[in-house]
């Protein structure tokens, strides 16, 4: 389901950034609840066909959340976010690596800081996601993966989710 939300999605070299913006039809603190709660996470965060399964979530300052995205043959990407600093309902950041099973960090792959911001317009909801990369290569590895369309097509999970949440 294509959405009509706006959306945008820029990539800046120089600075080693990408920026998404991203507007949902849902109040603020459903918005919230569907990017930091795993229960919920694990609903859209993957592209389909694939699923996000959770191993552990401790959404707060110094803790992670550890998790794989499976496909649907069975494979598993991990991924590890150590949350740093987390504003209640108005922002967190974190740093995202792949990772194995048991979270030991893949230092052969893109590691990225995350922004990730919520502001309430009326009765939807406006995301800004900053991704900075300690150098252009990794930022660039990561756009290969295909991060772009994989991002956009779950936030579109994330548009189905949320009137049924």
Request: aromatic letters at 10%; hydrophobic letters at 40%.
């Amino acid at each position: 389901m294509k959405s009509n939300l706006a959306v945008d999605f820029s990539v800046d070299k120089d600075n080693r950034t990408i920026t998404i913006k991203r507007e949902f039809a849902a109040e603020r603190a459903l918005v919230w609840d569907a990017y930091t709660k795993a229960e919920i996470l694990d609903q859209w965060w993957a592209p389909k066909p694939w699923k996000t399964r959770t191993k552990s979530m401790d959404f707060r300052d110094g803790g992670t959340w550890l998790y794989a995205m499976v496909g649907p043959k069975g494979e598993e990407h991990w991924s590890i976010v150590d949350y740093t600093k987390i504003d209640p309902k108005q922002s967190f950041s974190g740093l995202d690596a792949f990772t194995d099973s048991d979270g030991n960090i893949n230092k052969e792959m893109p590691r990225s800081a995350w922004e990730v911001s919520f502001d309430e317009k009326g009765d939807h909801t406006h995301v800004k996601i900053i991704v900075s990369y300690d150098d252009l290569a990794q930022l660039e590895a990561t756009l290969e993966m295909g991060f772009r369309e994989g991002l956009l097509v779950a936030m579109e999970n994330l548009d189905e989710l949320l009137p049924t949440l």
